[in-house]
T-cell receptor, first 113, second 109 residues
Framework: NAGVTQTPKFQVLKTGQSMTLQCAQD?????MYWYRQDPGMGLRLIYY???????DKGEVPNGYNVSRLNKREFSLRLESAAPSQTSVYFC????????????FGPGTRLTVL | GEDVEQSLFLSVREGDSSVINCTYT??????LYWYKQEPGAGLQLLTY???NMDMKQDQRLTVLLNKKDKHLSLRIADTQTGDSAIYFC?????????WGAGTKLIIKP
């Protein structure tokens, strides 16, 4: 039981490049989330998926797209990376939106030059 | 709008108690949470409290909730080096958790 896994762990991009961050969970959770963490700002929700087949914008969705590929997998895509997207990205999952505990992956540290 | 505020740093001596404070704005929040983030890792739920409770205790952890002042605190008794981490306060919003910026707990020997 791996919990929430994310790939890659580290990535360096040049401005304008694209990439996809992968996330998978093996806990049969319905809801999945993408956050970014910046120093002194806590976690900000980018997108979430309340259940398979649905996705919704969070607090800071601009510049990102997501795909809920199936119940297990939720990917985050940066189409044209910008230096302002340098951050640590966390994927999380929960049994449902009404449940207390979100389980987090180890994070992806992204640098955009 | 909804907002959660915390101090960014707290420094305590090993063996002392640590008290991490948090204020929130949404008086209708039903649940408030404390998450812990160890270096290089994701966040883990430490404890949570339902809004109709004033206090919750779990081993070395005590959570106090003052709804009138919208103030939440986390007390860690007998602080150990393994408690070094960033502690996040969060409240349940309409469709998501609203997060504080995190308090980095620094343990002095």
């Amino acid at each position: 039981n791996a919990g929430v896994t994310q790939t890659p762990k580290f990535q360096v991009l040049k401005t304008g490049q694209s990439m996809t961050l992968q996330c998978a969970q093996d806990m049969n959770h319905n809801s999945m989330y993408w956050y970014r963490q910046d120093p002194g700002m806590g976690l900000r929700l980018i997108y979430y998926s309340a259940s398979e087949g649905t996705t919704d914008k969070g607090e800071v969705p601009n510049g990102y797209n997501v795909s809920r590929l199936n119940k297990r997998e939720f990917s985050l895509r940066l189409e044209s990376a910008a230096p302002s997207q340098t951050s640590v990205y966390f994927c999380a999952s929960s049994l449902g939106q009404g449940y207390n505990e979100q389980f987090f992956g180890p994070g992806t540290r992204l640098t955009v030059l | 709008g909804e907002d959660v505020e915390q101090s960014l740093f707290l420094s305590v001596r090993e063996g002392d108690s640590s008290v991490i404070n948090c204020t929130y704005t949404d008086s209708s929040s039903t649940y408030l949470y404390w998450y812990k983030q160890e270096p290089g890792a994701g966040l883990q739920l430490l404890t949570y409290i339902f809004s109709n409770m004033d206090m919750k205790q779990d081993q070395r952890l005590t959570v106090l909730l003052n709804k009138k002042d919208k103030h939440l605190s986390l007390r860690i008794a007998d602080t150990q080096t393994g408690d070094s981490a960033i502690y996040f306060c969060a409240e349940r919003g309409n469709y998501q958790l609203i997060w504080g910026a995190g308090t980095k707990l620094i343990i002095k020997p």
